[in-house]
Nanobody, 116 residues
């Protein structure tokens, strides 16, 4: 059974930082492209960042220079370091695991609220 369990969300003031973690089980983690998506109220889910099996990264323009995605294959975990947070970063953040010819896997989401 595949499980993606996110943690690290919370409430932070503008300009603050948070680190999200996503622990995966039930998959061969090193074979999956891992990503973070977010969904704000009334908006569509959007890609925030993704990291390939080889460590290449891709970011949404809105988070470039502020967020960093990384992975630890030994721990089956992907991270999202979020710095200089803005109110518009407020959303539920979802972990995603993708591999060719298999359905994508999703975590349950973790709430990030940026507010003074």
């Amino acid at each position: 059974q595949v499980q993606l369990v996110e943690s690290g969300g919370g409430v932070v003031q503008p300009g603050g930082s948070l680190r999200l973690s996503c622990a995966a089980s039930g998959i061969i983690f090193r074979l999956y492209v891992m990503g973070w998506y977010r969904q704000a109220p009334g908006k569509q889910r959007e890609l925030v960042a993704e990291i390939s099996t080889g460590g290449s990264t891709n970011y949404a323009d809105s988070v470039k220079g502020r967020f960093t995605i990384s992975r630890d294959n030994a721990k089956n975990t992907v991270y999202l370091q979020m710095n200089s947070l803005k109110p518009e970063d407020t959303a539920v953040y979802y972990c995603n695991a993708m591999r060719l010819k298999t359905p994508p896997e999703w975590g349950q989401g973790t709430q990030v609220t940026v507010s003074s």
